[in-house]
C-alpha cells in the first residue's frame, strides 16, 4: 500500500470514527440501549457502501450520456461519504462523469449547500480555502 492509499484510508477511517459518535447519539436519543447504539453504528459503514444499496433511475445512464454528447460535464459535488467515488464507480456511472467530488474527499471540512431557489453552491466552514478552486476548475453553473 502506498503512501498516499495509506493516507486516505486513515483519513476515511478518521472520518467513519465521528460519524459513528453522531449515529451512536442518535440511536441512544431514540432510548436504544448503548450496547446496542454502538454494534449499529459499526455496521452503518458496511451497510452504506454496498452499491447494491443504491437504486438508479432507468434513465439515468441515458440522460448522463445525452448531456455529455451535448457537451455538458457532468460532475457529482457531494457531501457523502468518502467511499462515494467507489460507489459511483461499481454504479457504472463513472464514464458517464467528468468528476465526483465529496467534499471529505479532497479535503474540505464543512459542507455544501444548494440553495433550492437560486442554484447556487453555499459553503457553511470555518475555512474556505479548496471549495472557490474547485468551483473555478470545474466552472460550475448549475448543481442540481
Not at 7 to 33: R, S, V
Amino acid at each position: 500500500m502506498g503512501k498516499s492509499n495509506e493516507k486516505e484510508e486513515y483519513l476515511n477511517l478518521y472520518w467513519w470514527i465521528h460519524a459513528q459518535k453522531i449515529f451512536i447519539a442518535i440511536y441512544k436519543k431514540l432510548n436504544i440501549p448503548e450496547s446496542k447504539a454502538i454494534f449499529y453504528a459499526e455496521k452503518v459503514r458496511y451497510e452504506i457502501i454496498k452499491p447494491d444499496e443504491y437504486i438508479l433511475y432507468d434513465d439515468t445512464i441515458e440522460m448522463l450520456d445525452f448531456f455529455k454528447s451535448e457537451g455538458y460535464a457532468n460532475i457529482i459535488l457531494s457531501n457523502h461519504i468518502p467511499e462515494l467515488h467507489d460507489i459511483v464507480e461499481k454504479l457504472g456511472l463513472i464514464n458517464c462523469i467528468e468528476d465526483c467530488i465529496s467534499s471529505e474527499s479532497v479535503g474540505i471540512k464543512g459542507v455544501l449547500v444548494r440553495g433550492k431557489r437560486e442554484n447556487t453552491i453555499k459553503y457553511y466552514s470555518k475555512d474556505l480555502r479548496g471549495l472557490k478552486e474547485i468551483i473555478d476548475r470545474k466552472h460550475i453553473i448549475y448543481v442540481i
